[in-house]
T-cell receptor, first 119, second 111 residues
């Protein structure tokens, strides 16, 4: 059973270009989460998606960032007009279903990450 | 606003001894707590978790303790092994959605 797949593993973009990061969840998982890790910091939640739905995007910057999880294919995190401050490791995680607050939770399984460098 | 804090950025322990990693959180509404381990250039790997209805959970060499009144979480690894050397993140969850991560503690186990 393959784990969470992310590609590319490394991505270099010039300022102003677009970055597209892909995430294929584990087989049987329909919930996807994106996190960003800036240098010397912990992971910060960005967005939570189910198939064709954005459930929680409270951690996503309001401009230039968007995410989707189509019915078919991987989840995509898109960053338009990248700036140097976007340089970070972007991790995707998946879970089979959400938990039930206070009762049950399902662990999130992480992919290897995409390291974005903006020059 | 850091809701989860790991105040020790690094920890060195001799092989065979106990490693204790600590984590403090601010929001008493958090109801699920997890520890992840991360090697360089890899994604975090789930290690162990605990629900707020418990105060201890054990899995082999790893034990997580939860002190709700102090809003404090700790991970004990005993005996520590060189392969345990990694960055350890505590994470908390509420509402069954996103995780809030601490900034991590780099554990080095010295052979």
């Amino acid at each position: 059973n393959a784990g969470v797949m992310q590609n590319p593993r490394h991505l270099v973009r010039r300022r102003g270009q677009e970055a597209r990061l892909r995430c294929s969840p584990m087989k049987g998982h329909s919930h996807v989460y994106w996190y960003r890790q800036l240098p010397e910091e912990g992971l910060k939640f960005m967005v939570y998606l189910q198939k064709e739905n954005i459930i929680d995007e409270s951690g996503m910057p309001k401009e230039r960032f968007s995410a989707e999880f189509p019915k078919e294919g991987p989840s995509i995190l898109r960053i338009q007009q990248v700036v140097r401050g976007d340089s970070a490791a972007y991790f995707c995680a998946s879970s089979p279903r959400p938990g039930l607050a206070g009762v049950l939770s399902y662990e999130q399984y992480f992919g290897p990450g995409t390291r974005l460098t903006v020059t | 606003d850091q809701q989860v804090k790991q105040n020790s950025p690094s920890l060195s322990v001799q092989e065979g001894r106990i490693s204790i990693l600590n984590c403090d959180y601010t929001n008493s509404m958090f109801d699920y707590f997890l520890w992840y381990k991360k090697y360089p250039a890899e994604g975090p790997t789930f290690l162990i978790s605990i629900s707020s209805i418990k105060d201890k959970n054990e899995d082999g060499r790893f034990t997580v303790f939860l002190n709700k009144s102090a809003k404090h979480l700790s991970l004990h690894i005993v005996p520590s092994q060189p392969g345990d050397s990694a960055v350890y993140f505590c994470a908390v969850q509420t509402g069954a959605n996103n995780l809030f991560f601490g900034t991590g503690t780099r554990l080095t186990v010295i052979p």
